[in-house]
Structures are given as C-alpha cells and as structure tokens.
C-alpha cells in the first residue's frame, strides 16, 4: 500500500471506522400481503454481490416454494419468487454470514491519464444519463467550471468531491429544514443543495460522467455499531465507483465525508439521524475520514446490487427498475410498493 494510503488507513483506524476487515451475521427479510384478488405476484430480493471485497457463506434462503435465484446482466443477484393467485403473507428470507475486507485504491494521479475513445466506448454505459443521474447541458456547464482545465480523472474526480462538500449538506444535519428525494436524484440534489446519500452520490455521478469519467453506484446497507444485535431494520447506503485508466475502479464515499467535514450541531432533532448516518459513531469534524472516504472504504458493509435503470432477472413487465438496494415487487404486471424489508445483523469478533 502506497505511504499515503497507509496513513489515511491509520487515521480512520484510530477512529474506529478501519479494521482490515469485519465479519457479520446478516438477516435480511421482505414481507408483504398479497393484494385481495391478485392474479400474479413477482419478487426481486437482492442475494449479497459476489465482489472481491465480500466473501458470503452459509447462505439460506426461505421463501414460497418454487423460488429460484436468478442473476442479472451487472451482476445483481436475486431470490425470485413467482407465485399465482397469492393469498395471505409473502415472506422471502435470507440469512448469510459476510466477511468484508476494508477497500483501499491507489489514487496516484501520475498512474492514471484521461480515456481514450476506445475506452470511451467500451465504458458507454457508465458515460450516459439514467433517469435519476441526468447529464445535460446544465451539469456539464458545472462540470467544467469546477474541473478548470484538468483532465487527469483522479484530479478531476476530487475537484468534483471537494465541490459538493462545499455546496451540498447531508439533510440530516437539520431535518427541519433539508430533506432527501424519494428517488435519488442529481437534479433534486443541484437544485436544494441536499439530499441523502443516493442524492449526494447521483449528482457526483452525473458531474463525472459530464467530465468522462465513467462511473457506476453501488447499494448496500452500513453495518452500524449502534445497531449491532439490535431489533431494527439497518436501511440501506450507496456509494460510486469511478474508472480511471492504470488505476481500475475507484470507491469513494462523499456523502459520509460530508458528515465529517464541518462541526454539525448536535441536538435532539438530529442526534440520532447523524449517528444512523455513519458507520462508527459521531465525535466531530475529522479531517482524516474525509480523505479517507475518497478511494478507501471501511468494512462495515455489504454490497447488494450495483447500477441503476435495471432489467432484472427473469425481466421485469414494467420501466427499468430505478435501483434495488431493498427489493423490488410486480402484482399482475405493475410494481406493488406496500411491502417492508427488514435487516438485521450482528459482528462475529
């Protein structure tokens, strides 16, 4: 590992967010009633991603029987779960233990150049608006003026970070006044200058695409230390990978490191939203987490799904699915939202 990264790791570890790697046992259940005269009901639930970052054992499913698991053309995999003429409660169940290893990337900018055009086109995908991460003539007029001149991705892509942190707050620093998007969305966030973590890291996504740097989000769930054994359901975080030429694929983490940029006031409208936010618990501005969270993530994780406007597996009746950190559900052919996931966990040590 380079100096720096080493020291950056070393920080973070003295604040508790960096161990070489963290082992939990993970429950993870959607549960739903069946709709009054339904003809057809189908489920997505995410099975754990098999990266390289993420090792997953003793998986077991419980779920109607046949169910089988399906894997989608990024990677995603799912519990599939179809039934006719349901009737009564719905419950697709997984338990699995995850061993995480903590993600740290060379970010040397001198082992990196821009992309040439056969790489543009091999990285299409990651270049081109979704419906909720737009790229237009508004962001890439942003895009250039944060970025001046650069044209190195590593450069750029933490001109982009220091940019939000300077111009976005996490809502939960004040639930009075900032709120999240139900959706996820760069233009939301733009325009009210907040949002939740897949509001912070979608405007990052549509900055960089704009910039040509190709990036892609990740879904997943923080394995909270104060929700570590507890009865309540652990949400879900996203974060976003960025391709940089020699480098490979990046992880950053900007909408954690906002949390840690500046002094929050703490009071009791928002203590426990901030410390629901991070992984290890709040004590202050630290400087240190926030270079770390730019090419380093802690281990406190799991990954569930990657990417957004998806085509499941066997394909959805309806629009692309616009991410699946949860679940996604279809009765008789349109999505069915009255469902609830909860997941649960506790740290082997």
């Not at 399906?70 to 009564?88: F, H, I, M, Q």
């Not at 909270?224 to 983490?253: M, N, Q």
């Not at 802690?298 to 991410?323: C, I, K």
């Amino acid at each position: 590992m380079a100096p720096m990264l080493v020291a950056l790791a070393l920080a973070a570890q003295q604040h508790g967010q960096a161990p070489d790697s963290a082992r939990f046992r993970v429950q993870n259940t959607l549960t739903l009633t069946a709709p009054e005269g339904a003809k057809d009901l189908r489920a997505w639930f995410p099975l754990p991603r098999l990266d390289p970052e993420q090792e997953i054992a003793e998986l077991v499913v419980e779920a109607p029987p046949g169910w089988r698991e399906t894997k989608d053309a990024l990677g995603n995999r799912y519990a599939y779960v179809e039934l006719s003429a349901p009737t009564g409660k719905v419950t697709i169940s997984t338990r699995f233990l995850v061993t995480r290893k903590a993600v740290h990337a060379d970010v040397d900018p001198k082992k990196t150049r821009a992309l040439s055009e056969a790489e543009r086109a091999e990285h299409a995908a990651e270049l081109r608006s979704d419906a909720n991460v737009v790229v237009d003539a508004e962001i890439e007029r942003l895009a250039a003026e944060i970025r001046g001149g650069e044209t190195n991705p590593v450069l750029v892509a933490r001109k982009l970070y220091d940019w939000e942190l300077g111009h976005v707050e996490y809502w939960v620093k004040d639930p009075s006044r900032w709120k999240a998007s139900p959706v996820g969305s760069s233009s939301y966030c733009l325009t009210s200058g907040t949002g939740n973590c897949t509001d912070f890291h979608s405007l990052w996504t549509a900055l960089a695409r704009a910039s040509g740097i190709p990036t892609r989000l990740k879904y997943g769930s923080l394995f909270k230390t104060s929700l570590d054994g507890v009865d309540r359901d652990a949400s879900y975080h996203c974060w976003p990978e960025f391709y940089a030429p020699g480098l490979g694929w990046i992880a950053h983490d900007v909408a954690l490191a906002d949390i840690f940029a500046a002094p929050i006031a703490i009071d009791a409208a928002n203590q426990e939203k901030v410390e629901l936010t991070v992984p290890a618990g709040y004590t202050g501005p630290d400087a240190a987490a926030v270079d770390f969270y730019f090419g380093n993530l802690e281990p406190r994780r799991v990954t569930w799904s990657m990417g957004r406007d998806l085509a499941l597996e066997p394909r959805q009746s309806g629009g692309p699915v616009n991410a699946i950190p949860k679940g996604y559900v279809e009765v008789d052919g349109r999505e069915f939202t009255q469902w609830e996931r909860k997941m649960t966990f506790t740290e082997v040590r």
